[in-house]
């Protein structure tokens, strides 16, 4: 009964030395641990960054043997088509970290293909962009100018035409001037007749005519103009005229005869300054069946 009472009194004791080890290690730290952390930490910041410097060391100096400086240039003019990078896109010297001298830049060429060859970083364009008047050389005038156009027809109110075979045929004389004072290539003609009227324009200058739409009683054609007539002047035409009715009934008038001019400038039609005399109207007379008396 005593030995177990001495077996318990030794393991309590010696649970009690090693509670009494443990309270002192918490309650008496070491002094020296603080510093060995952050001198532990102060390594492993100064190891990081030394590998990464290392690492773009290198690869600078792989891109430096791998490119080289073009030679100098004595020949005004670029022999091999060169790529030009637009000047928003950095420069290739700046993704070099290592020093050294600036002339990486002028690895680019900045000239187009077949300019002259020009090392600068940043060039400017020296060609004018094209204006409007130079894209068309013809007489458009500009916003200041006091230059119009004013052409203006005339034409007989009606014409008589005569029996002629099965048909009826006759002469249109048409007069044509210019009032105005800006220039045109020529007097182009919309021509409107009736369905039975054909015209002749041979010996006029004017010509090719085509067909733009036709209805019950008139057809429209589009016809190219005479040349130029000179400012303050004025030309004459005369246009054949048949109308596709026998001869020998009633007689009749056939309205619809319309010629109208207008400038063709560059192959437009800019407005006229006096519209209202750029058409002239005629009726067309078919005479009736002469009946004699007696």
């Known amino acids: 009964m005593d030995r177990r009472h001495q077996e318990a009194d030794r393991l309590a ?16 730290p070491d002094p020296d641990e603080p510093r060995r952390r952050a001198y532990r930490r102060r390594r492993s910041r100064a190891v990081v960054p030394g590998v990464a410097a290392a690492v773009v060391a290198v690869a600078g100096a792989v891109g430096l043997v791998g490119t080289g400086t073009p030679p100098p ?13 637009p000047s928003a ?3 290739t010297g700046s ?6 001298p600036s002339a990486t830049q002028s690895q680019v060429p900045s000239a187009t293909p077949g300019s002259p060859f020009s090392p600068s970083p940043a060039p400017t364009p020296t060609t004018a962009a094209p204006t409007p008047s130079a894209s068309r050389p013809s007489g458009t005038p500009s916003a200041t100018s006091t230059r119009y156009l004013d052409l203006s ?12 075979g099965d048909a009826y045929a006759g002469w249109l004389d048409v007069t044509m001037a210019n009032a105005g004072t800006r220039t045109y290539d020529s007097g182009d003609l919309i021509v409107v007749l009736p369905v ?19 209805d019950d009683d008139t057809k429209t054609m ?3 103009g005479d040349g130029r007539i000179p400012a303050g002047g004025s030309r004459s ?19 619809g005869l319309a010629l109208t001019v207008r400038a063709n400038v560059d192959g437009g039609f800019p407005a006229d300054r006096t519209p209202g005399d750029n058409t002239a109207r005629t009726d067309l007379e078919l005479p009736g069946r002469v009946t004699r008396s007696g």
Request: proline fraction near 9%; hydrophobic fraction near 30%.
């Open 222 to 224: 589009f016809c190219t």
């Open 153 to 164: 027809i005339t034409a007989p109110r009606s014409v008589t035409l005569q029996p002629s």
């Open 89 to 91: 896109w950095p420069s």
């Open 73 to 85: 240039r004595t020949s005004g003019t670029d022999d091999s088509p060169a790529t030009e990078l």
């Open 196 to 214: 039975e009227a054909t015209i002749d324009l041979n010996g006029t200058g004017i010509g090719g005519c085509f067909h733009q739409g036709q």
């Open 95 to 100: 993704t070099t970290p290592a020093p050294g």
């Open 237 to 255: 035409y005369r246009i054949g005229v048949r109308v596709d009715i026998a001869p020998g009934g009633p007689a009749r008038t056939l309205s």
């Open 13 to 28: 004791s010696a649970f009690a030395d090693l509670r009494a080890a443990s309270l002192s290690r918490v309650g008496e």
